[in-house]
């Protein structure tokens, strides 16, 4: 925190802040433009102070006080190619880990660190792929320009075909109040469905394909991406016949007293070379890598989201899987269930302004708990042993906009038996934001 907050941290920051601004003030968006440039920067300092723990292991949440930071920089690159054709590309700098190199909390508490991962800037191609839209009929909608999206007008009925290098989670499993810890909910089981397994290097990113279909009051969408070689690692398996991810969802829209919501029930079924718990218990040393080889996972999750009043959303997720292989990409939740609320400043005079509250319980299935009881390990819950306990966080934030480009938040999340541990915890984290977008 002393490193964020010298001058050299704040510098740090406001050089990448400016280098974005800069570039993204060179391109002024216009229905007809060829080119898209947008542009992001966001600075989270977190901290925790220190907590009971008789015991830790390799996979712990330092018990002792301590700091991190994570910093990204990502510009978003698009041009138009054809009619209805897109080319996007997200050249992305990151710098910094999450506490305790990001282990120790199934929920964890930063969204950020997924991207981030050294203590040095780091460049990493986030985004490149091709979108093709096919308009299908029916009324025309207006879109503005926004990230990895162009302004013009665009068809209520439509086929959205992408292909390339993008985050599964771009396109599956959104929520309007609920889906960003660049500027809403910082932990990962609130930004996505914790018991989603979705297929990501450790950056969070893959390749892959997918297909929207969007009619005015549903949409149904699928995708195929590739799976890590490696649990939570950055190389992509090339053995397409035996390793992908797929994912379906079911997206149904609808209006209650003239308030927006919508439904979505979503279905995955992974395949990777992932080890079995129950397996690996067996052994008198459990460890899960010893067990690889190709199998599959499978689960589903629902999300819903639904405006009460014009500056008031809330929304919820639910979602388990079957248990008994590795967690193999995104965190060690088997089931997960979340809701929150989510209010603009608008009551008290700050309509930019954003507060959110949140609660979540997390659990493990019954071999993946007998697997890290036993001593096991993955690769972000093992204390050596295990009091279960399913894993309970609050989070509460406030979002200020002093501007139009710039947004300053303060965090704070409680969490209860970090990595399903009894005999650890409870946590306090709290967290500040700086975001800038261009």
């Not at 220190?50 to 910093?71: C, V, W």
């Not at 007008?153 to 390339?164: I, P, V, W």
Request: aromatic residues 12%; contains cysteine.
């Amino acid at each position: 925190m002393r490193e964020f907050f010298s001058t050299r941290g704040l510098h740090r920051w406001r050089h990448f802040a400016f280098l974005g601004g800069a570039c993204a003030a060179s391109v002024r968006a216009a229905d007809d433009a060829v080119w898209s440039l947008h542009a992001q920067s966001t600075v989270i300092e977190q901290w925790h102070g220190g907590f009971a723990a008789p015991y830790s292991g390799q996979d712990s949440l330092n018990p002792r006080r301590e700091d991190k930071h994570t910093i990204t920089l990502t510009f978003f690159l698009g041009r138009r190619l054809w009619t209805g054709g897109e080319l996007y590309y997200n050249p992305e700098i990151t710098q910094g880990t999450g506490l305790s190199e990001t282990v120790g909390v199934a929920g964890f508490p930063n969204g950020e660190a997924t991207r981030a991962g050294a203590k040095v800037p780091e460049y990493n191609t986030a985004r490149l792929f091709v979108r093709q839209t096919i308009a299908l009929g029916g009324a025309t909608e207006r879109v503005a320009s926004d990230q990895n999206q162009h302004a013009g007008s665009r068809s209520t009925e439509r086929l959205t075909l992408t292909l390339g290098k993008l985050s599964a989670a771009d396109i599956f499993d959104t929520n309007t109040y609920s889906h960003d810890p660049r500027t809403q909910f910082l932990n990962w089981a609130l930004m996505d469905n914790g018991a989603w397994d979705y297929p990501a290097d450790v950056k969070g990113y893959t390749g892959g394909f997918a297909a929207d279909w969007n009619l005015p009051h549903r949409a149904l969408r699928y995708g195929v991406f590739m799976e890590p070689v490696e649990a939570n690692e950055r190389e992509l398996d090339k053995h397409l016949r035996r390793a992908l991810g797929q994912v379906f969802e079911w997206e149904e829209r609808y209006v209650v007293d003239g308030h927006a919501g919508a439904l979505r029930p979503f279905v995955f079924w992974n395949r990777a070379r992932m080890g079995n718990y129950a397996e690996a218990t067996r052994s008198p040393a459990p460890d899960i890598k010893l067990t690889r080889r190709y199998r599959s996972k499978a689960g589903a999750g629902l999300n819903w989201e639904q405006e009460i009043a014009k500056d008031v959303g809330v929304f919820a997720r639910v979602g388990f899987n079957d248990g008994r292989n590795e967690t193999w990409a995104f965190t060690e939740i088997d089931r997960t269930v979340s809701a929150g609320v989510s209010v603009k400043g608008t009551r008290w005079g700050r309509s930019h302004d954003t507060l959110g509250v949140a609660a979540l319980a997390n659990g493990l299935s019954g071999d993946h708990r007998r697997y890290l009881a036993a001593g096991g390990f993955g690769f972000i819950a093992g204390d050596g042993r295990l009091a279960y306990g399913p894993e309970k966080i609050f989070e509460t934030y406030y979002d200020w906009k002093p501007v139009a480009w710039l947004a300053l938040a303060a965090n704070f999340q409680f969490v209860e038996h970090p990595a399903y541990n009894r005999a650890r915890g409870p946590v306090s984290i709290f967290a500040v934001r700086m975001h800038a977008a261009f």
